[in-house]
């Protein structure tokens, strides 16, 4: 049970600086430009979700950022996670993801939010050498009993100059929501 050291709340566009500072802090993610963090933040806010440091600092030590893929409407893709170093190891990244997924009531919906029906299956690409990934999401599927299937999705050669590992595409489901 994770200690509740953080609040989850979703992003804002107030966040945009401090999701490109976390990101550069959490050290094996890539660093994308603060626009896009703060589109993440306003156009994607519904996916975007936030930890919280209760207790003074109000810090953000964790965050989960996405979307609802257009022509996978029953799914919802994890573009990027992260915890800070400080911050690891109490399931937070756990507790992010099934907030994103919709599977806990610790978010309240923004108002108007979008989406008719609640994603059935989470995905994430990942890289095979991202221990700490894959055992994330492969923890997700097991804590939640769903099965978890990885194929390719994004080689090195999709890259400039080749110079990134391969992705592979897990989906993670079919989930529902704990009672
Ligand atoms: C991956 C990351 C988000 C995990 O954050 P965290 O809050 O420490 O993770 P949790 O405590 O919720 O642990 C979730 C699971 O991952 C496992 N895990 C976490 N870190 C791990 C590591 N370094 N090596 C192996 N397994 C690890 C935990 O044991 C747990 O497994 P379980 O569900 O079987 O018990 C964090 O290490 C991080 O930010 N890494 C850098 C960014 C990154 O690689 N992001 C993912 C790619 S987009």
Redesign the pocket.
Known sequence: MTPQTHRLRHATVADGASLHALVEA????EQNTAYAYLLLASDFADTSVVAERLGGSGALE?LVLGYRPPRRPDSVF?W?????PT?????????LLDAFAGLTAELASPAGAPYPAPPRYLE?T?TPS????I??F???A??HGVPCEAQPWFEAAHFPRGAHEAEQMYRIGPLEKQS
């Open positions: 959490c050290g094996t993610l964790g994890v990027q996670v992260g915890v800070a911050a690891r190891g109490l399931g937070l990244a756990g507790r994430a990942v991202n221990d700490a990934s055992a994330l492969r923890g997700f097991r804590r």
